[in-house]
């Protein structure tokens, strides 16, 4: 990375954090809300972050919405291998950055085709089933080939995202049949995110 | 950030919708979480708001912690755009938040309510912020949290029933009539807040997201749009809804929910809706009750 060798006088600069955090907070965290509540829907999201590659604008949003001191947060080792990206994190959210992925309430995952299993991450327990795990996953983009069912779905819908690992399906299977325990997946795509809840099924279109 | 008012008294200004960040994130963080398992009552680190407990401080956390800019916000209590409650949290938000309010049904995208569900159906894009006195549906049954806690991890409901067979054993039939156990999602019983049992099937597949605050009891829940909400209830003694002789004085409308107002001391009352704004609309497009005057 250019700027960050050691004999480099010139601190690089912070790419900045939200123009508004409040309001952009708020619309944010709106687009996420909007995404759990209605799984397989795209909900816009158009920040205007410059965030350290391979970190995405969209993603960067969603942390900076939802993660402070309380919530420790997990990089994918893509996004660990640049010390940028955990910089622009810890400077505009405080949150802790977790090396173990069980302790993290949220796990920021920039290459979803290497990701960790579900189970590798905080499931909950059955007296607190919230204290699992948020995953925001980066994804090229959105598509169809999936079919959804579930709260918040009348009926069924279709939803794709790619790139997505390969048994991605048995994945969701696997974390759906937790419920009430699981993770929660938060997808940020191009101008959008979507989400899949625990309590959606996952099956092939 | 106190800027000098022109009357020579610093104006108090607040954050957008009263909280601060780091509160509103932890609420948002809650609700996602709260979303994402329906029905369970997800723990939050409610703050003093200024206002009693009692007042509705749990659903003015979650409004304030999801109210943005652009929204339109209509606030009811028992139905009521124009009671105290109403018009102080109404109040609050104009204040704090500077958003535009309204009494329409139709035109609110965040309606808060105490103990109402609309009569006008409810559409996407709509969020509902019920305020919640006891969170906890097994609270009257088993008053340790560790204890209904534990019923809830384990499914355990065989209490409510027993408390529902009773009614049945003393009275003939299921007489609970507000705060209605409903079960969401195939999954957590819940306590839909003090609603009358008569707004319970509004809940079930409402195409609107459902919200609930409870402040003094720190526990938010939810139920996503499009979600099966069922009443509990026995095949022999199945769930019904109250239904009403009368019609609105006022409006006439039949099959909404009726307030009891009494008149004089010899036995007049009348009948009206507890929905204001819907029984305003039905009056404004020429609906007359018995009891309506001829009008201007």
């Not at chain 1, 969209?58 to 919405?65: D, N, S, T, Y």
């Not at chain 2, 963080?29 to 007042?55: D, T």
């Amino acid at each position: 990375m250019s700027g960050t060798s050691p004999d480099d006088t010139l601190t690089p600069c912070l790419a900045t954090g939200f123009d508004d955090p409040v309001m952009d907070g708020q619309a944010t965290f709106r687009a996420a809300m909007w995404a759990l509540s209605r799984p397989g829907r795209i909900e816009p999201v158009t920040p205007s972050l410059t965030p350290p590659a391979p970190l995405s604008p969209e993603a960067a949003a969603l942390v900076l919405a939802l993660c402070d001191y309380e919530t420790p947060l997990w990089l994918d080792p893509a996004l660990a291998l640049v010390p940028d990206v955990a910089a622009f994190l810890r400077f505009h959210t405080g949150a802790p950055i977790v090396g173990d992925a069980r302790e993290a309430r949220f796990a920021l995952i920039a290459e979803p085709v290497e990701m960790p299993d579900f189970s590798d991450f905080a499931q909950g327990t059955p007296d607190f089933p919230d204290a699992s795990a948020t995953l925001i996953v980066q994804v090229q983009g959105f598509g169809g080939g999936l079919v959804l069912e579930g709260p918040g779905i009348k009926g069924r819908t279709a939803f794709g995202a790619a790139p997505l690992p390969a048994d991605f399906i048995a994945r969701m299977a696997a974390n759906r049949a937790l419920f009430p325990l699981g993770v929660d997946l938060l997808l940020a795509g191009a101008g959008g995110v979507a989400g899949l809840p625990r309590s959606v099924t996952v099956k092939e279109g | 950030m106190n800027a000098q008012a022109a009357g020579g008294m610093p104006e108090i200004t607040y954050n957008f919708a009263y909280l601060d960040e780091q509160t509103k994130r932890m609420i948002r963080r809650a609700i996602l979480k709260a979303i994402a398992v329906p029905g369970y009552q997800v723990p939050f680190a409610a703050r003093e708001m200024p206002m009693p407990y009692g007042w509705g401080t749990g659903g003015v956390q979650v409004t304030a912690a999801v109210l943005g800019p652009d929204d339109v916000l209509k606030v009811i209590d028992q139905g009521a755009d124009d009671t105290t409650n109403a018009v102080a949290i109404r109040g609050f938000f104009e204040k704090t938040a500077r958003v535009a309010t309204t009494t329409s049904t139709q035109a609110a995208t965040l309606i808060q309510t105490r103990h109402r569900v609309p009569e006008t159906p409810l559409r996407e894009n709509q969020i509902l912020v019920y305020q919640v006195p006891i969170p906890e549906p097994l609270r009257f049954l088993e008053p340790r949290e560790t204890e209904t806690r534990q019923l809830h991890a384990l499914a355990e409901y065989g209490l409510m029933h027993v408390k529902l067979y009773e009614d049945i054993a003393r009275h003939g039939h299921i007489a609970t009539t507000y705060a209605y156990p409903v079960e969401v999602a195939g999954r957590y019983v819940m306590d839909p807040s003090p609603i009358p049992k008569f707004d319970n099937p509004k809940l079930d597949d409402c195409p609107a997201l459902q919200l609930f605050g409870a402040g003094r009891e720190k526990r938010i829940y939810a139920i996503p749009p499009h979600t099966r909400v069922r009443s509990l209830d026995f095949e022999d003694h199945p769930f019904r809804v109250q239904r009403f002789a009368q019609s609105c004085a006022l409006c006439a409308a039949s099959g909404v929910y009726l307030d009891e107002v009494i008149l004089d001391d010899k036995g007049g009352r009348m009948f009206v809706c507890s929905d204001t704004d819907y029984c305003n609309g039905r009056q404004e497009a020429g609906h007359r009750g018995e009891m309506a005057g001829e009008g201007a």
